[in-house]
């Protein structure tokens, strides 16, 4: 009779440690999926803010005709870095982990904006409709964005760097300049 009762209890203690298992295995696949979760929404998150800025900096491109120092007067916050040519420079913009403008401390940034703008002759902009027979004149004035993810660097961006690896949206426009 004793051996009958040790053959149910460690059969019981196996039943329970393949719960155990199975239980341990369950939770640690939520927890992943939780985190998975987690991190998609807050590349969501930034994609969006990404747009939002993005938008923001072209529609004030176009409202000020590509002119730097208007587009400067619209972003107190923001930085002005000009060539000698006084239409070609950047316009550049830090954000703190909130999306909030950061001016003047800048090792709280964790997202950076970049407009670039430089003027060209329209007929080097515009080389494509060069193909259907069209001769332009004037000038052109292009834009390059670039929102950027600061919080794998301990510095930021001068320009726009040519690898998309801290890129979270980039996006080009102009503005046609007529004689």
């Given at each position: 009779?004793?051996?009958?009762?040790?053959?149910?209890?460690?059969?019981?203690?196996?039943?329970?440690?393949?719960?155990i298992l199975f239980f341990s295995l369950s939770s640690a696949i939520c927890l992943r999926l939780f985190v998975s979760a987690h991190?998609?929404?807050?590349?969501?998150?930034?994609?969006?803010?990404?747009?939002?800025?993005?938008?923001?900096?072209?529609?004030?491109?176009?409202?000020?005709?590509?002119?730097?120092?208007?587009?400067?007067?619209?972003?107190?916050?923001?930085?002005?870095?000009?060539?000698?040519?006084?239409?070609?420079?950047?316009?550049?913009?830090?954000?703190?982990?909130?999306?909030?403008?950061?001016?003047?401390?800048?090792?709280?940034?964790?997202?950076?904006?970049?407009?670039?703008?430089?003027?060209?002759?329209?007929?080097?902009?515009?080389?494509?409709?060069?193909?259907?027979?069209?001769?332009?004149?004037?000038?052109?004035?292009?834009?390059?964005?670039?929102?950027?993810?600061?919080?794998?660097?301990?510095?930021?961006?001068?320009?726009?760097?040519?690898?998309?690896?801290?890129?979270?949206?980039?996006?080009?426009?102009?503005?046609?300049?007529?004689?």
């Open positions: 009779m004793n051996r009958q009762e040790h053959s149910k209890t460690s059969l019981f203690l196996m039943e329970i440690i393949i719960a991190l998609l929404s807050e590349k969501d998150e930034n994609l969006n803010n990404a747009l939002m800025w993005s938008q923001n900096l072209t529609e004030s491109f176009t409202g000020c005709d590509g002119r730097l120092l208007m587009i400067k007067n619209l972003y107190p916050a923001s930085y002005l870095t000009q060539s000698d040519n006084e239409s070609d420079g950047s316009i550049i913009l830090y954000f703190d982990d909130e999306w909030n403008t950061v001016d003047d401390e800048l090792h709280q940034a964790a997202y950076e904006a970049i407009l670039y703008v430089k003027k060209e002759p329209a007929s080097e902009a515009y080389k494509d409709v060069n193909n259907y027979g069209i001769t332009l004149t004037g000038d052109s004035i292009t834009g390059n964005i670039a929102i950027l993810d600061l919080r794998k660097r301990t510095e930021g961006f001068d320009t726009i760097p040519d690898d998309d690896e801290f890129i979270i949206f980039r996006n080009r426009i102009d503005h046609y300049c007529m004689d």
